[in-house]
Nanobody, 115 residues
Framework: VQVVESGGGLVQPGGSLRLSCAAS????????MSWYRQAPRKERELVAF????????NYADSVKDRFTISRDDAENTAYLQMNSLKPEDTAVYYC?????????WGQGTQVTVSS
């Protein structure tokens, strides 16, 4: 099983990034996918969630209307489009796959928002 995030980096405030989460080794389409983030000295928090088949999404209030989660089951990949980025969005972003009691995590990708 592999869950691999990519797309992080350094961006100026107001900029955009798109994170990708490539999955393999399990039936991706059955799993709900989420993005979490963890900033220094803070707990990991849920940022966005999408159900299997993409029928429903949910977002943390802090990112609503700025971030969009999506999935491509044909490519076994989930995405997080992040617009209007703010310095407080700086964190390591983690992808999570969950099906019942089974959950897989990626290693994380760093997002830094700074001028």
């Amino acid at each position: 099983v592999q869950v691999v995030e990519s797309g992080g980096g350094l961006v100026q405030p107001g900029g955009s990034l798109r994170l990708s989460c490539a999955a393999s080794g399990f039936t991706f389409s059955r799993y709900a996918m989420s993005w979490y983030r963890q900033a220094p000295r803070k707990e990991r928090e849920l940022v966005a969630f999408i159900t299997s088949a993409g029928g429903r999404t949910n977002y943390a209030d802090s990112v609503k209307d700025r971030f969009t989660i999506s999935r491509d089951d044909a490519e076994n990949t989930a995405y997080l489009q992040m617009n209007s980025l703010k310095p407080e969005d700086t964190a390591v972003y983690y992808c999570n796959a969950k099906y019942g009691l089974i959950t897989y995590w990626g290693q994380g990708t760093q997002v830094t928002v700074s001028s």
